[in-house]
């Protein structure tokens, strides 16, 4: 491999840059991403940067030291099997990496709405989160939750609407979702209801009803950002389809990050994860098989949330357990831990309880069974169980 392109300037994108300078590769690196921006981390969009506590999270990395040619506010429109096609003409390569993340559905309707996944777009909604404003947050999945955390603290008057029966149901079920109903307590949060359209001054509910709102945020989830691949030879389905080494069905193409649905080992599954831990630590795998080395990822996937002051830390892929059990109760600090059938640990959930959280992604790296009647014993460490 001589030139490598990587296309998206996001997490996966830097870090994939940087795992092949980091592996000897000296030829010609070209970088391009769509925003205006150098590559940033996103997790703090939705905490310090919409609270106030900072102004940008721009990772650190020194693109230019690495010899990167990076080209901002430049887009892939299309991918042939030598070249990608830019905003800004023709790339030739014969490594590529698909790097290009998700995008926020929106609401149907023709009032404003907010999204957040940019920095902007952080920095702009920041600006209307201002006392006593009414805020309407479609959506209380981790994005909605986290939004819904800092206009409360800001003074405003939150209302959540959320289509199923509980918080995070969409994302980890409905009874781990109905324990953080308590979380809401000043927040007027409506279960089990459906937004029709956004219009002005508010969102018009399926069936009726308004809800009137100065400031209307749409956390209803994101897509694989792979329209510019239509027309491309590649496999799509659900994002850029990858096997375990993460390869598309292109030649000399690999894909990672929030758009990768990389083949699990582990869980003999197709998995798409749109967490930071994924954009961090796949690229390492891509480029060792860009390079033609042997490599295969395989992670337990991680990720976190931190919203109305607790850290949620989850660790597995719950669809593989059968069982769910607790550790302590509600009201206090707890953990949830799906087991399979065997009594190994499929996934865990921790809700501040670092440890909990530690400790199971180890147990379920080594798929060792659990003494159930301890592991429902908050005092026992969960690595004792
Ligand atoms: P992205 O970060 O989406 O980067 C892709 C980049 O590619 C974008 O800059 C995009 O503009 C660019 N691009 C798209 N199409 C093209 C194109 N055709 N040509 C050129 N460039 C293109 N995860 C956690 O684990 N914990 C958290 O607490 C957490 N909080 C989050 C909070 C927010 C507000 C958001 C938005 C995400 C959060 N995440 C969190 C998820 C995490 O940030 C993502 O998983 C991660 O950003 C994925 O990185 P990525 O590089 O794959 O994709």
Known sequence: VNRVVVVGAGLAGVRSVEALRARGFDGRITLIGQERHRPYDRPPLSKAV???????????????????????????????????????????????????????ITLPGDGPQHVLRTLDDSLELRARLVPGARVAVIGAGWIGAEVATAARRA?????????????LALAVGEEIGARTLSWYDDI??????????????GVELVGGGFVQAHVVVAGIGVRPAVEWLADADIDLHNGVVTDEHLRTSMPGVVAVGDCAAWWSRRYQARLRVEHWDT??????????????????????????????GHMIQYAGHHPAGR??????????????????????????????????????RRIIDAGHRLDTERL????????DC
């Open 279 to 308: 954009a961090l630590s796949a690229p390492e795998v891509a480029a060792a098989t860009l390079l033609g080395e042997k490599a295969v990822y395989d992670p337990v996937p991680y990720f976190w949330s931190e919203q109305f």
């Open 188 to 201: 007027d949060l409506r279960l089990d209801t459906m937004v029709g359209s956004v219009d002005e001054g």
């Open 155 to 167: 003074g405003c008057a939150v209302t959540v609407i959320e289509a199923s029966s509980a918080p």
């Open 50 to 104: 919409l609270l106030g506590d900072s102004d940008s999270s721009y990772v650190d990395s020194d693109l230019s030291a690495m010899g990167i040619d990076f080209r901002p506010g430049v887009s892939a429109k299309a991918l042939r099997a030598d070249a990608v096609e830019t905003t800004e003409g023709e790339l030739a390569y014969d490594g590529l990496v698909i790097a290009t993340g998700t995008e926020p």
């Open 323 to 360: 069982r769910l059990l607790y550790r302590g109760t509600p009201e206090g600090k707890w953990s949830a831990c799906w087991l399979t059938d065997e009594d190994t640990l499929a996934a865990v959930l921790s809700v501040d309880r670092p440890r909990d959280l530690v400790q199971g």
């Open 376 to 383: 429902v014993d908050p005092d026992v460490p969960l690595r």
